[in-house]
């Protein structure tokens, strides 16, 4: 497996921005589906977004189009979250994950294929 660890989180006022990191290592990162999870206090995990190899995203939550982006640097074996104009509802730890799955099999059962885990980062976002 490949090992994740973010970095980037905080505590920020509503409307501003944050970017967070996801340094993978131990694997060919390029093989790699990349996303972002989030989890807030008492609620489920739910994936946020993800990236292909070549740039491919896709967005699972409408809450975030638009104000956050995914986006990855090959070289640098990272994946990034842009988060801007943030509300207290986007209050959460984020993980990263990592699926050798290929990018269909990845999104079509995520919790199922996405079997490498960061340890999370803290976003805190106040009203």
């Known amino acids: 497996q490949v090992q994740l660890v973010e970095s980037g989180g905080g505590l920020v006022q509503a409307g501003g921005s944050l970017r967070l990191s996801c340094v993978a290592s131990?694997?060919?990162?390029?093989?790699?589906?990349m996303a972002w999870v989030r989890q807030a206090p008492g609620k489920e995990r739910e994936f946020v977004a993800a990236i292909r190899w070549d740039g491919l995203t896709t967005y699972w939550l409408d809450s975030v189009k638009g104000r956050f982006t995914i986006s990855r640097d090959n070289a640098k074996n990272t994946v990034y979250l842009q988060m801007n104009s943030l509300k207290p509802e986007d209050t959460a730890v984020y993980y990263c994950a990592a699926s050798d799955r290929g990018w269909f099999t990845s999104l079509g059962n995520p919790l199922g294929n996405f079997g490498s885990w960061g340890q999370g980062t803290q976003v805190t976002v106040s009203s």
């Open positions: 131990g694997r060919t990162f390029n093989n790699y589906v």
